[in-house]
């Protein structure tokens, strides 16, 4: 999805070069450059050039060829309290892993090697998804709840050390 679209010097001309910024999750096992040369071959066109353009905003003709690790499942003494708390406070809540990409301090663990894992006690309105925007939000009673259920998941993980 373009997350940035610049195109055009004034409102009534029509636009002599365009840009965007194409904002991409990499999946475990792909590397970014893979996935900008899929970029390529989707558009399909000579006229068009895609670069990579990294977190302090570089840009570069290719992307770096690291592959993405695997994914792990989380490991039962991890996945059983969290689906006891989940399952005491929002009972047939199924509980379902998600694919920490690196958007978060995981970058370093996953680097390390370490396994690393996203959950989210904090329910989101479906119909008002503000993520990552300018007026970003939750309801007050989600974060008390999402609150809540860290504080349970915590004890839960921690019972009988």
């Not at 636009?15 to 096992?29: D, F, K, T």
């Not at 060829?65 to 009972?91: G, I, N």
């Amino acid at each position: 999805m373009a997350t940035r679209l610049i195109a055009g010097h004034a409102n009534n001309a029509l636009p002599q070069h365009a840009q965007a910024n194409v904002n991409c999750r990499i999946l475990p096992g792909h590397s970014i450059e893979e996935v900008r040369e899929k970029l390529i071959g989707i558009f399909a066109d000579p006229k068009i050039t895609v670069k990579y353009v990294d977190n302090s905003y570089r840009v570069f003709d290719r992307a770096p060829e690291t592959k993405a690790f695997a994914p792990v499942l989380p490991p039962a003494e991890v996945m059983k309290p969290l689906e006891r708390v989940t399952d005491a406070m929002w009972p047939s809540a199924p509980v379902i892993p998600e694919m920490e990409t690196g958007a978060s301090d995981s970058v370093y663990t996953i680097a390390a090697g370490i396994p690393s894992y996203g959950i989210s006690g904090i329910a989101l309105d479906e119909d008002d998804v503000r993520a990552h925007g300018k007026d970003e939000r939750v309801r007050v009673t989600s974060f008390y709840d999402g609150v809540e259920f860290y504080y349970r998941y915590l004890k839960a993980l921690t019972e009988g050390r």
